[in-house]
């Protein structure tokens, strides 16, 4: 039995613990999803399906971005200075998730907290 009786609370490394393995149910399989789409080549390679346009934009963005950047590379324009993108390794993507992950969950503890006390 995982939920408390009524009127009582759960222990909070047990509550982090049943939070972590909820997101983890989304965030993990989709991470392999992810990998499995890049490794594949699945875009290119894979049959045209109702789920594909989902899986284009989870994996390479917005359709419209796609567009332009295609365009420029067949009109042989060179992307401009401000436009460059801004290549960062698996270890600079994963410290800014853990930031932006801790800043949030920072910011949502202490409303709560605030809230309560009030």
Do not use: H
Not at 76 to 95: D, H, L, N, P, T
């Amino acid at each position: 039995m995982l939920a408390p009786p009524p009127g009582e609370s759960l222990f909070w490394l047990l509550s982090l613990l049943l939070n972590l393995i909820g997101y983890a149910t989304i965030f993990v399989p989709g991470y392999y999803v992810l990998q499995y789409v890049r490794k594949t080549n699945y875009l290119e390679t894979g049959p045209a399906s109702l789920l594909q346009p989902l899986v284009r934009l989870f994996v390479k963005g917005a359709e419209t971005d796609i567009i332009e950047a295609e365009v420029n590379l067949l009109k042989g324009e060179a992307e401009s200075q401000s436009e460059r993108v801004i290549v960062r390794s698996v270890y600079q993507e994963g410290m800014s998730l853990l930031f932006c992950a801790g800043g949030l969950l920072g910011s949502y503890s202490t409303w709560g907290y605030l809230q309560e006390k009030i």
